[in-house]
């Protein structure tokens, strides 16, 4: 079916703390956003940032009622605003990663038939064999991660098979937990759904498929044969296949609609529903990430997205089934040391000013004379290390270094992390590589100049805000024309495209790709030496 130049297309995000919507209309432009937030506007749930901490402090979870009750709400509202739902051609959307929703035997019955007099609360209260859906804050799963690992073979044999060695909050760890602590409420779910997938149920009135990308965040799918794993299924759970379903690829359209929305809002019965994927993967989508690329989102916590054709999957690091490219790959890596650390340097170093933190990179030479620094505030993930460790160019250790040498040490410090880790995993920078950087720190001119050199390639900003979303809409788009051949990139040509924000020194090269051997070294033994 090809796009409706007058159509409207949906992407909803289900994530933590709210659900969103943004609508875009057939030239690409977004014409309406809306929003709930859970916990003020839902305050019957009590939550906090979305999400019940139990008394453990390991075990968190979100009332599934409360994003159905979301859903009703977002859609009212938009009703409320005039919202003409009948020019939707399509809605996509993405969830939380992780998450799972366990729907009770007979769900899927009443899913067919809800009446549209009534509220999808109303409707669906009963429909749920777990009513606190545990979500990606969950780490209370810690001896079914070795379970999995000890019956697979070990952490690198399941990081081969899933794209990541054992991690709590995977949904298969989750679901392990599950049936051994509430062996009765496993036996009375008919079928597990992620946030994402769940969410896709709700729209097209029955079970919505798990997509490639977001079931590679389960360690249960092989993400060779983009198919549940056996061994990992086994390992997990008693008659785990029937309740997952089979997955499908992400630009999957699942059907049209559901009646109940055609009657309660005026959707078309036109409208199709493309599968959802995780926040993740549809941020990817959002930023229009293409072949070669890696994005480098620089906030509290740094996250790096890249697109991969051959993973290496390691025991460090996430990889995903690519969400528009069905044949490819992207990889997830997250440090979290981000721009706390760099906020503390800064204070620390240069006054309190960015200005004088900016001028520090702009004085000092591309490699810093040879010092390299480690600066882990917190424990960090990407490795597994904490605290601050610096060598001068003979590689010895020492206590700390000059203000200016330290910003840089720090700056340098972090983006040969990234660009070693994603190596690490497959990724090579070959001619026409873009890093595109997203985030707060990616205004400041200077640090993006210290990631082009260090990655010797131009690096472009972009403007992500609601990136997941946005892909959802960029998704529901491509969804509708993919089975006419068309690529995500062909779709989403007139998007708009990054600005370009710094080119690499010509001397960079020789100098990081020669740092960057150190860089790993020191790594390592730091890693070995601080391991807690
Ligand atoms: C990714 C992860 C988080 C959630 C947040 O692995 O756990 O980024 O997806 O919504």
Redesign the pocket.
């Known amino acids: 079916m090809a796009a409706d130049a007058g159509g409207l297309y949906l992407g909803f995000d289900f994530?933590?703390q709210q659900l969103k919507v943004v609508v875009m209309d057939g030239r690409l432009s977004v014409v309406y956003q809306d929003n709930v937030q859970f916990d003020t506007e839902l305050p019957e749930f009590r939550t906090q940032g979305g999400v019940h901490i139990h008394a453990d402090k390991l075990t968190v979870t979100s009332p599934v009622l409360m994003w159905v009750k979301a859903l009703d709400l977002l859609l009212d509202k938009m009703k409320g605003a005039g919202f003409d739902f009948s020019r939707v051609s399509a809605l996509s959307g993405s969830g939380?990663?992780?998450g799972s929703v366990y729907w009770m035997k007979g769900a899927n019955e009443t899913l067919r038939q809800l009446d549209p007099k009534k509220s999808l609360a109303q409707l669906l209260q009963g429909s749920f064999a777990v009513a606190d859906s545990p979500v990606?804050m969950d780490s209370s799963s810690s001896q079914q991660c070795q379970d999995l690992q000890s019956t697979v073979g070990g952490a690198q044999r399941l990081a081969d098979i899933t794209g990541s060695r054992a991690y709590e909050?995977f949904t298969g760890n989750q679901i392990a937990k599950i049936h051994q602590t509430r062996p009765d409420q496993y036996q009375d779910t008919e079928r597990i759904s992620l946030v994402s997938s769940f969410a896709a149920s709700l729209f097209l009135g029955d079970y919505a498929s798990i997509d490639y990308s977001d079931g590679s965040?389960m360690n249960l799918l092989d993400i060779g044969t983009r198919d549940w794993s056996k061994i990992c299924l086994e390992a997990t759970a008693p008659d785990l296949d029937r309740r997952l379903g089979p997955p499908r690829p992400s630009a999957s359209v699942l059907g049209s609609v559901s009646s109940y929305f055609v009657s309660r809002y005026s959707f078309s019965e036109e409208c199709r529903v493309v599968a959802f994927t995780?926040?993740?993967p549809a941020s990817l989508a959002g930023m229009r990430l293409q072949e070669g690329d890696l994005a480098v989102s620089l906030g509290t916590s740094d996250t790096v997205f890249l697109w991969l054709k051959q993973p290496r999957p390691a025991l460090e690091g996430?990889i995903f089934c690519n969400p528009v490219d069905w044949q490819s790959y992207m990889a997830?890596l997250c440090f979290k040391n981000g721009s706390l650390t760099r906020e503390r340097i800064r204070n620390e170093c240069a006054g309190g000013l960015w200005e004088v933190f900016s001028a520090a990179l702009g004085d000092t030479p591309l490699g810093n004379h040879g010092n390299i620094g480690f600066y882990y505030d917190s424990m960090e993930i990407m490795p597994c290390a904490v605290g601050v460790h610096c060598f001068d160019q003979d590689d010895n250790k020492v206590s700390g270094f000059s203000a200016q040498v330290e910003v840089r040490a720090l700056v340098e410090g972090q983006f040969l992390a990234k660009r070693l880790h994603a190596e690490k995993l497959g990724y090579t920078i070959l001619p026409g590589t873009r890093v595109l950087a997203t985030g707060g720190a990616s205004s400041n001119k200077a640090i993006l100049q210290v990631l082009s050199d260090v990655f010797n390639t131009p690096v472009y900003t972009i403007d992500v805000a609601n990136s997941a979303c946005l892909g959802g809409a960029y998704r529901a788009l491509h969804g509708l024309q993919a089975e006419s051949g068309l690529s995500f990139c062909d779709v989403l040509r007139n998007a708009p495209e990054p600005q370009l924000a710094a080119t690499p020194n010509p001397a960079a090269q020789e100098v990081y790709d020669r740092m960057l051997k150190r860089y790993a070294r020191l790594e390592e033994r730091v890693a070995h030496e601080s391991r807690p």
Do not use: A, K
């Open positions: 994530s933590t939380q990663q992780h990606w909050r965040g995780g926040d993740n996430h997830l």
